[in-house]
């Protein structure tokens, strides 16, 4: 068995030896709402990594039905080829090409047709991402943080906030400059982060996580990054 992760730690699809899978959706609160079995034939993309880059990027696509041989395999961004460069029944490897522009993800095969739900985001120049300001300062888990900055990326999924070390749940965003994300239930006290694809941007103040039962903030202690 081969087990796909998401950024923020949730388990999302299944690999079984045969290529058959099962793939896991959750809501904004990280509560599973769907479970769906796939069978070796059926094409589907489930998630792809990472979720923005410049052209030349590799993205590593998760999904189903996929060909074996890397040539049957036709994928699209944005109606813009791309090239694959490995493949299995699960697994597709595949470099963004100069054209590219923001959008869709598509593969064609044997198999048929499929189109990613989520949005792949193409820069050539991706800034790395500044916080300046967020509020509330102090809450417990479950807690609605706005986060205010710079350099922010259209869509909740291009957008990776952590408290610590554990990953927030993203509920909203307005780029350029703002997302809203849960505090997460698993969340230690100390600076929030925000990432941007795989660059870091610290925090300007310290998040202090409260825990109810104590009826005081917990101490803090900064992250590692």
Same mark, same amino acid.
């Given at each position: 068995m081969n087990y796909v992760y998401d950024e923020l730690g949730r388990l999302v699809q299944v690999i079984a030896a045969d290529g058959s899978s099962t793939q896991y959706a959750y809501d904004a609160a990280g509560n599973i709402t769907a479970v769906k =079995?796939? @069978? /070796?034939?059926?094409?589907a993309i489930n998630s792809f990594a990472p979720t923005s880059g410049a052209a030349g990027t590799n %993205? @590593?696509?998760?999904?189903?039905?996929?060909?074996?041989? &890397?040539?049957?395999?036709? /994928? $699209?961004?944005?109606?813009?080829? =791309?090239t694959v460069t490995a493949a299995s029944a699960t697994q597709l490897s595949l470099t963004v090409p100069a054209a590219a $522009? @923001?959008?869709?993800?598509? +593969?064609?095969?044997?198999n048929g047709s499929v189109i990613s739900t989520q #949005?792949? #985001? /193409? *820069?050539s120049?991706?800034?790395a991402p500044t916080i300046t300001s967020f509020t509330p300062a102090i809450g417990a888990a *479950? $807690? =609605?943080? #706005? %986060?205010? *900055?710079t350099n922010f990326q259209a869509g909740t999924a291009n957008n990776k906030v952590f408290f610590g070390n554990v990953g927030g749940i993203l509920t909203g965003s307005t &780029?350029?400059?703002?997302? /809203? +994300?849960?505090v997460p239930s698993a969340a230690s006290p100390g600076r929030s982060r925000y990432r941007l694809s795989q660059v870091p941007a610290r925090a300007v103040r310290i998040f202090l996580l409260f825990h109810p039962a104590l009826r005081w903030p917990m101490s803090w202690l900064p992250d590692a990054s």
């Open positions: =079995a796939d @069978t /070796v034939n059926t094409l %993205v @590593t696509l998760f999904g189903s039905g996929f060909s074996t041989t &890397a040539a049957s395999n036709t /994928v $699209t961004i944005n109606d813009i080829a =791309a $522009t @923001t959008g869709l993800i598509k +593969v064609s095969n044997a #949005t792949f #985001t /193409v *820069g120049n991706l800034s *479950g $807690t =609605a943080v #706005t %986060v205010n *900055g &780029a350029p400059n703002q997302v /809203v +994300v849960t």
